[in-house]
């Protein structure tokens, strides 16, 4: 994969359900059915999928492939496809899709993919991660990291196949639970549309001729550490400083991954040893200067769509629970129970602040949760905005309230999207952006 020298096509799951409604707009090649076109139910049925169309009847389309009769103008619609799934932002919408489609059964389920080339690809995610009227340098900055963290999944999933190897992300003692989300939940496709990898709405989202120059411009562009593809990770808001790979995901260290405070200096009056939880408290309770922290609308409009531009206390954020509902939360959440709540003691920090290791203490039961998303699952009805923060317990009278008072928006590995727009609209260009999250990373094109 490090040596590419044409352009890769991809598999991207789409929508999983026990049924799907898809509308092919144009002709698409259905096998030995030939073509077809219009509104389709597909639907699970004895362990195969039955598609339907009121007046004709496919009884065995798992695995089948529709391939658009005219490439550059066919395009199938997908409806009802969730986006930010278990976010608090999730939704329902129609999309549309330009490539092949394919349908597949996953356990006892449909899932739809869409098959495409990298660069078609990546004209959608830019418009779906951000706004497609960003700043010239943001957008080539996205474009870059994009393809390259795709393509550094393809890899892994290709060295994972190759070696057989049983994997883990999942590790269970008898008082902690240690888990990471990460994109080999995907067997049967290289990644899915949604925020779990980045997201691609097709050409729901309206590009604009300039996204599609700088898709061109950076064509086949991606930044390489040692020789190889970088797994160039990003999310909304840092807080101020950016987390480590291993303490999100595997434990596996990316030198070009590294902490970096996002500022052109380290801010005043702050210790950014944020291991520390008297450290972390002080720089979460307060407000250093960064990149991302930033209330500009303009800049914010480049990189929030309508949907995150709801989320609007991101760099510094708080949410409380009384007693009786934290329990409740946590026990639905983890499907552990606690009991009632008495205390969350974060154990261990990353670079960022990130709580690694967060102890849940419980009348029933006292456990270690980790990594940092699971923290965020256990904590909120969808996901905190991040784990860096710090835990206030305050009562009155027999009513007992807790506090999470916390920084960012994302995991914090790699680009701050934010920081990054602010970078842009500062005058630093796509290269002096990337250099600034991801040190010591060359640019290179690989095809």
């Known amino acids: 994969m490090s040596n590419l020298k044409s352009v890769p096509e991809i598999e991207v799951g789409i929508l999983s359900a ?62 009802s496809v969730i986006i930010g799934v278990d976010f608090h932002w999730q939704r329902n919408e129609d999309q549309v899709f330009r490539g092949k489609l394919r349908l597949i059964v996953e356990e006892d389920r449909i899932t739809l993919i869409n098959i495409l080339s990298v660069e078609e690809y990546l004209i959608s995610v830019i418009s779906s991660e951000m ?9 080539k900055a996205h474009a870059v990291i994009s393809r390259g963290w795709l393509l550094a999944q393809i890899e892994k999933r290709n060295t994972l196949n190759a070696d057989k190897a049983v994997y883990s992300s999942y590790f269970r003692t008898g008082d902690e639970i240690v888990r990471w989300y990460d994109r080999e939940d995907h067997n049967h496709y290289d990644v899915c549309a949604d925020d779990h990898c980045q997201r691609y709405q097709g050409i729901t989202r309206a590009s604009s001729p300039l996204v599609t120059k700088v898709i061109e411009e950076t064509f086949g562009e991606v930044l390489t550490f040692d ?14 400083v ?104 974060p154990l261990e920090r990353g670079a960022s602040g990130r709580i690694k290791r967060l102890k849940i203490e419980g009348t029933k039961k006292s456990m270690v949760i980790g990594k940092e998303l699971e923290i965020r699952k256990a904590l909120s009805v969808s996901h905190l905005y991040s784990s860096c923060f710090v835990v206030y317990k305050q009562q009155d009278g027999e009513s007992v309230y807790f506090t999470l008072v916390g920084a960012g928006w994302g995991h914090g590995v790699g680009l701050c999207q934010i920081g990054a727009a602010v970078m842009g609209s500062k005058g630093y260009d796509y290269r002096q952006i990337l250099s600034h999250y991801f040190r010591g990373a060359i640019l290179e094109r690989k095809y």
């Not at 026990?18 to 698409?28: A, P, V």
């Not at 706004?131 to 957008?139: D, I, R, T």
């Open 131 to 139: 706004s497609a009227g960003s700043s010239v340098e943001l957008l």
């Open 227 to 240: 020789g190889k593809i970088c797994d160039t990770r990003f999310y909304k808001c840092c807080g101020g």
């Open 18 to 79: 026990k049924e799907i409604h898809f509308t092919l707009n144009t002709n698409f090649y259905a096998g030995s059915y030939g073509l077809i076109k219009g509104d389709w139910k597909a639907t699970f049925l004895y362990g195969t999928i039955v598609l339907d169309n009121g007046e004709q009847k496919i009884d065995d389309a798992a695995g089948m492939l529709f391939t658009p009769d005219v490439k550059n103008d066919s395009s199938f619609t997908v409806h």
């Open 242 to 345: 950016t987390e480590l790979f291993e303490n999100v995901w595997e434990p596996l260290n990316h030198p070009y991954l590294e902490s970096i405070i996002d500022n052109i200096s380290t801010p005043a009056d702050f210790n950014t040893d944020l291991t520390s939880n008297e450290n972390a408290k002080a720089w979460i309770e307060g407000s250093p200067d960064a990149f991302c922290n930033t209330s500009d609308k303009k800049i914010l409009s480049q990189v929030l769509n309508d949907y995150d531009q709801e989320t609007v206390d991101f760099y510094r954020w708080k949410v409380s629970y009384g007693q009786e509902e934290l329990s409740k939360l946590v026990k639905n959440r983890t499907c552990i129970d606690f009991g009632t709540i008495i205390n969350l003691i």
